[in-house]
């Protein structure tokens, strides 16, 4: 698959806004204990806890040592006349979970998890990560031991089993296509340690690129203003039917976070469950978006489609496809020159790395051939391409 030459710290940074990803997203106090501010107060707009106090007890709502909360309490003395997010949320809350995930000399880490199916437990790689134990906690029994069965760090997913789930713990469906932009959503988690916590938004994007490690991407990305925070990772965003419509993956600011979409759960975690692992289809390309000055460097009728800039020697691509052969000077800088432009990839038009990337991601698969429509040369051709597996990262 081709590379995203943009990081996480780019990524993000251009957005506009402080959020916690992979590193920062997951880390909380012990149990029995809220990361808060001085005023008390859990921080909201920052992407890492505060380095306030971290204050003994319990917040309310936040894991109790015996297992106990008083969340349970309040739900149950709801008044009759509630709203209808109230009733996604008692829909599905006993299917989500607190998880701990503990590493020698390093502070455990923090996340949530929802349950997929009889035993298991989606979450985030990034939670569970080089973690020697992996505990998940449910309001009816407390803390139960748990085995990560299988990791992806390039979609950033991870499944983990344990036994004596509560009956009230049932799987949460997958939605079967993607949500519309605007579509009302529900973030469930465990944000800094307050169990059950909620929050409400919309989609506020779809097909949104994430960094992954090594330059490549998460693809199919969710878009949302619900607020997410650090201990929200892993947790499921709902819509009003109480579908996952994504995994919480990262958040931090006052209006924008983003989960790993349903399509991307639906394809990579059957794997991770049977075999613990997932193969991505790799292309050996490195890519750039076709801008104006690359069009008139290239004499490219329009400034449209992928351009070549590097094939990697020995991968998928070498032999294929061609990259930069040559540069020239346009508007007072050195412009790559000679490599092909990807126009299709089936019969999917190719105009960004986005669609790419969803299109290698969700429609593809190791070992498959597919039709490649590029311009060489100023001269449209097909090439047949036989996409091999992306490398372990390093």
Same mark, same amino acid.
Not at 126 to 134: L, M
Not at 233 to 261: E, K, Q, R, W
């Given at each position: #698959?081709?590379?995203?030459?943009?990081?996480?710290?780019?990524?993000?940074?251009?957005?506009?806004?402080?959020?916690?990803?992979?590193?920062?997203?997951?880390?909380?106090?012990?149990?029995?204990?809220?990361?808060?501010?001085?005023?008390?107060?859990?921080?909201?707009?920052?992407?890492?806890?505060?380095?306030?106090?971290?204050?003994?007890?319990?917040?309310?709502?936040?894991? %109790?040592?015996?297992?106990?909360?008083?969340?349970?309490?309040?739900?149950?003395?709801?008044?009759?006349?509630?709203?209808?997010?109230?009733?996604?949320?008692?829909?599905?809350?006993?299917?989500?979970?607190?998880?701990?995930?503990?590493?020698?000399?390093?502070?455990?880490?923090?996340?949530?998890?929802?349950?997929?199916?009889?035993?298991?437990?989606?979450?985030?790689?990034?939670?569970?990560?080089?973690?020697?134990?992996?505990?998940?906690?449910?309001?009816?029994?407390?803390?139960?031991?748990?085995?990560?069965?299988?990791?992806?760090?390039?979609?950033?997913?991870?499944?983990?089993?344990?036994?004596? #789930?509560?009956?009230?713990?049932?799987?949460?469906?997958?939605?079967?296509?993607?949500?519309?932009?605007?579509?009302?959503?529900?973030?469930?988690?465990?944000?800094?340690?307050?169990?059950?916590?909620?929050?409400?938004?919309?989609?506020?994007?779809?097909?949104?690129?994430?960094?992954? +490690?090594?330059?490549?991407?998460?693809?199919?990305?969710?878009?949302?203003?619900?607020?997410?925070?650090?201990?929200?990772?892993?947790?499921?965003?709902?819509?009003?039917?109480?579908?996952?419509?994504?995994?919480?993956?990262?958040?931090?600011?006052?209006?924008?976070?983003?989960?790993?979409?349903?399509?991307?759960?639906?394809?990579?975690?059957?794997?991770?469950?049977?075999?613990?692992?997932?193969?991505?289809?790799?292309?050996?390309?490195?890519?750039?978006?076709?801008? +104006?000055?690359?069009?008139?460097?290239?004499?490219? +009728?329009?400034?449209?489609?992928?351009?070549?800039?590097?094939?990697?020697?020995?991968?998928?691509?070498?032999?294929?496809?061609?990259?930069?052969?040559?540069?020239?000077?346009?508007?007072?800088?050195?412009?790559?020159?000679?490599? %092909?432009?990807?126009?299709? #990839?089936?019969?999917?038009?190719?105009?960004?790395?986005?669609?790419?990337?969803?299109?290698?991601?969700?429609?593809?698969?190791?070992?498959?051939?597919?039709?490649?429509?590029?311009?060489?040369?100023?001269?449209?051709?097909?090439?047949?391409?036989?996409?091999?597996?992306?490398?372990?990262?390093?």
């Amino acid at each position: #698959m081709d590379e995203d030459p943009w990081s996480r710290r780019r990524l993000l940074g251009t957005l506009g806004t402080a959020l916690a990803g992979a590193g920062a997203g997951c880390t909380i106090g012990s149990p029995g204990t809220s990361t808060e501010t001085p005023a008390g107060t859990p921080t909201t707009g920052s992407a890492t806890p505060a380095s306030g106090s971290e204050t003994g007890g319990s917040s309310a709502g936040s894991i %109790d040592p015996d297992g106990e909360t008083g969340t349970r309490e309040l739900r149950d003395d709801t008044a009759e006349s509630t709203s209808e997010v109230t009733d996604v949320y008692r829909q599905v809350v006993d299917s989500v979970a607190a998880v701990r995930a503990d590493s020698p000399g390093e502070r455990a880490a923090r996340g949530t998890a929802w349950v997929f199916d009889e035993g298991t437990l989606v979450t985030n790689e990034h939670v569970v990560s080089g973690a020697e134990s992996v505990s998940v906690w449910f309001e009816a029994t407390g803390w139960l031991e748990a085995s990560v069965v299988g990791t992806d760090v390039y979609s950033d997913l991870a499944v983990v089993e344990t036994d004596g #789930m509560p009956d009230s713990a049932r799987p949460l469906p997958l939605a079967e296509r993607e949500p519309p932009i605007g579509t009302q959503v529900i973030a469930v988690g465990n944000p800094f340690g307050l169990t059950g916590s909620i929050s409400t938004g919309v989609v506020s994007g779809r097909n949104r690129a994430l960094p992954a +490690p090594n330059g490549f991407s998460i693809p199919d990305a969710v878009q949302t203003d619900a607020p997410v925070n650090p201990g929200n990772s892993g947790g499921p965003l709902v819509d009003m039917d109480g579908t996952v419509v994504g995994v919480v993956n990262s958040g931090g600011g006052d209006n924008i976070g983003f989960a790993i979409s349903a399509a991307m759960v639906r394809r990579v975690v059957p794997a991770l469950r049977s075999t613990g692992n997932y193969d991505h289809p790799y292309m050996g390309v490195r890519i750039r978006e076709v801008t +104006p000055r690359l069009a008139a460097a290239n004499d490219l +009728p329009v400034a449209k489609g992928l351009y070549v800039d590097e094939v990697i020697e020995g991968g998928p691509s070498d032999g294929v496809l061609r990259g930069t052969t040559g540069t020239e000077l346009v508007d007072g800088q050195q412009v790559q020159t000679g490599g %092909d432009v990807i126009l299709r #990839m089936g019969r999917t038009e190719i105009n960004t790395q986005q669609t790419l990337s969803t299109f290698l991601a969700l429609e593809t698969s190791p070992g498959d051939t597919v039709e490649v429509t590029i311009l060489r040369d100023g001269e449209r051709e097909q090439a047949l391409l036989r996409l091999g597996s992306r490398p372990d990262p390093e």
